[in-house]
């Protein structure tokens, strides 16, 4: 089953910071996110393999709360650069597949 | 440039012909993954294998539809009979299983079909 992200879309400032959440109704194993820009191939950003970890790159970080079955993008001080969709994968099982959200639609503006 | 290749690029075919792409993964990734994406759409899971294993399968993959890993190295996806539903980009991905879990999974550029 599909993991839902929210929101569905947001409009940002540069400078300006935002959260984009993602929630899944089955067990998580670990969580990746990717950002997306428009008709390019998703590009990996980071992964999350155990409950309450936290990973940053840059001014990007993110967590994973594996009892909630849930795990949060955080963007800091947006750049134009960060505009695109981003999407998380979860992975469900020990497969490796990954199935991904509807993805979060992020613009940043001058 | 992630090191996963796909072609063609793009594709315009006429309903009811046969298409075929291919992909190339990054060279030591025993790992290959299709997923099919419309527009505003996240990347919805077709089919992957593990070196030449077709390990799982989605319902999406209809008979239509065929991949193909024969010697654990490139991949091919074959639609037969396309249909105007099948216009989507088809996306490669590979990973290096080298964990039980948590491999990161590098996508190709993907192949636009449209079909006509």
């Known amino acids: 089953q599909q993991p839902v992200q929210s929101p569905q879309a947001v409009i940002l400032r540069e400078g300006e910071d935002a959260v984009i959440n993602c929630s899944s109704s089955k067990a998580l194993y670990s969580v990746h996110w990717y950002r997306q820009k428009h008709g390019e191939a998703p590009v990996f950003l980071m992964i999350?393999?155990?409950?309450?970890e936290q990973k940053g790159h840059d001014k990007i970080s993110a967590s994973f709360n594996e009892k909630k079955q849930q795990s949060s993008l955080y963007l800091t001080a947006s750049q134009l650069s960060y505009s695109g969709t981003y999407f998380c994968?979860?992975?469900?099982?020990?497969?490796?597949?990954?199935?991904f959200g509807g993805g979060t639609r992020l613009m940043v503006k001058p | 440039d992630t090191g996963v290749s796909q072609d063609p690029r793009h594709k315009i075919t006429k309903r009811g012909q046969n298409v075929t792409f291919r992909c190339d993964p990054i060279s030591e990734h025993n790992r290959l993954y299709w997923y099919r994406q419309t527009l505003g759409q996240g990347p919805e899971f077709l089919t992957y294998f593990q070196n030449e294993a077709q390990l799982e399968k989605s319902r999406l993959l209809s008979d239509r539809f065929s991949a193909e890993r024969p010697k654990g190295s490139f991949s091919t996806l074959e639609i037969q009979r396309t249909e105007q539903g099948d216009s989507a980009m088809y996306l490669c991905a590979s990973s290096l299983k080298g964990q039980t879990i948590g491999n990161t999974i590098y996508f190709g550029e993907g192949s636009w079909l449209t079909v006509v």
């Open positions: 999350l393999l155990k409950g309450g």
């Open positions: 994968g979860t992975e469900n099982n020990a497969g490796n597949m990954l199935t």
